[in-house]
């Protein structure tokens, strides 16, 4: 199975601030991750997929990138809703696996 | 507007069975590859499971820890994916959410809100 490890598992920060999230693959996957972001007791909601490409209605203010197995997703200015815990994700082969997740918290 | 619902969560007994439905709507859902994937309390997300469309002979892929133990099935004519879980374990005490595979990948686009099924005796 491939193992996602994201980092950090956890960071503080204030509105306004630039954060940087990111999940590496035990091997290489190619460009087949997705990021979720997932608020108390709702369902993950896609945000990225091809670790690039932006699902249809999210803010460009989230930006994902890389390949292989290194990725980061970016959130380019923090909001108050954007305090959540986010999961990367590899399709590149089964079983499909998530990162652990990085729960961004307000400073 | 795609919308995912389950249904079908409850408490049962460690080597019971349930079956979780999930009722689409908003979208052709013979087109799609559809997944269940489960959240224990207060832990990530974890895949369970998978099923193909007809044009890829409804073929199902699981994760090792419900192999054997789960399957998947989709009723095209009812717009109807299911989760049948027997054997049931402690550890698969869980909020399982349904979710639709996009057309273009396999990566998950739109998500149902999840029903908790908890497994204790």
């Known amino acids: 199975d491939i193992q996602m490890t994201q980092s950090p598992s956890s960071l503080s920060a204030s509105v306004g601030d630039r954060v940087t999230i990111t999940c590496r693959a035990s091997?290489?996957?190619?460009?087949?991750l997705a990021w979720f972001q997932q608020k108390p007791g709702k369902a993950p909601k896609s945000l990225i997929y091809d670790a690039s490409s932006l699902q249809s209605g999210v803010p460009s203010k989230f930006s994902g990138s890389g390949s292989g197995t290194d990725f980061t997703l970016t959130i380019s200015s923090l909001q108050p809703e954007d305090f959540a815990t986010y999961y990367c994700q590899q399709y590149n082969s089964y079983p499909l696996t998530f990162g652990g997740g990085t729960k961004v918290e307000i400073k | 507007e795609v919308q995912l619902a389950e249904s079908g969560g409850g408490l049962v007994q460690p080597g019971g069975s349930l079956r979780l439905s999930c009722a689409a709507s908003?979208?052709?859902?013979?087109?799609?590859?559809m997944d269940w994937v489960r959240q224990a309390p207060g832990k990530g997300l974890e895949w369970v499971g998978r099923t193909r469309k007809k044009t890829n002979s409804y073929t199902t892929e699981y994760a090792a820890s419900v192999k054997g133990r789960f399957t998947i099935s989709r009723d095209d004519s009812k717009n109807s994916l299911y989760l049948q879980m027997d054997s049931l374990k402690t550890e698969d005490t869980a909020v399982y959410y349904c979710?639709?595979?996009?057309?273009?990948?396999?990566?998950?686009?739109?998500w149902g809100q999840g029903t908790l099924v908890t497994v204790s005796s």
């Open positions: 091997q290489g996957i190619s460009n087949y």
């Open positions: 979710a639709r595979v996009r057309s273009s990948g396999h990566s998950h686009d739109y």
């Open positions: 908003g979208f052709t859902f013979s087109d799609h590859y």
